[in-house]
C-alpha cells in the first residue's frame, strides 16, 4: 500500500548530497512496516543518476528501506551516491 507524504524531508546520502526530497512511502500491510521510501530527485541528482525526467512530473525514485540509516528532521541513508543504484526499488 503507498502513502504520499506532504511534509517533504529533506533525504541526504551518506556523502552529505541532498538527493531530494520524501514524496511516499510504501508499506507492508501485514505487518504494518515500511518497505521503500519514494523520493522526488532534484535536477543534478536525477541527471548523475541517469533518471529521464517525464513529461510534467519531477523525477522520481523508490529506494528500500535498507538504504535508510536514520529518520528524524532529514531522512539519511546508509549509504553514498554512486552506490545508490544497488537499493533503487
Given amino acids: 500500500m503507498d502513502f504520499n507524504c506532504r511534509?517533504?524531508?529533506?533525504?541526504?546520502?551518506?556523502?552529505?548530497?541532498?538527493?531530494?526530497?520524501?514524496v511516499g512511502v510504501s508499506v507492508?500491510?501485514?505487518?504494518w512496516s515500511v518497505t521503500k521510501?519514494?523520493?522526488?530527485?532534484g535536477k543534478e541528482?536525477?541527471?548523475t543518476l541517469g533518471i529521464k525526467k517525464p513529461f510534467?512530473?519531477?523525477r522520481t525514485l523508490a529506494?528500500?528501506?535498507?538504504?535508510?540509516?536514520a529518520?528524524?528532521?532529514?531522512?539519511?541513508?546508509?549509504?553514498?551516491?554512486?552506490?545508490l543504484r544497488d537499493y533503487m526499488a
Avoid at 507492508?28 to 505487518?31: E, R
Avoid at 521510501?37 to 530527485?41: A, E, F, G, M, P
Avoid at 529506494?63 to 540509516?69: F, N
Fill in 7 to 22: 511534509d517533504g524531508k529533506a533525504v541526504i546520502t551518506k556523502d552529505g548530497k541532498r538527493l531530494g526530497t520524501i
Fill in 28 to 31: 507492508d500491510t501485514a505487518g
Fill in 37 to 41: 521510501i519514494k523520493v522526488s530527485l
Fill in 45 to 47: 541528482v536525477g541527471e
Fill in 56 to 58: 510534467m512530473k519531477p
Fill in 63 to 69: 529506494l528500500r528501506k535498507e538504504a535508510v540509516a
Fill in 71 to 83: 529518520v528524524g528532521d532529514m531522512i539519511t541513508l546508509s549509504v553514498d551516491l554512486k552506490s
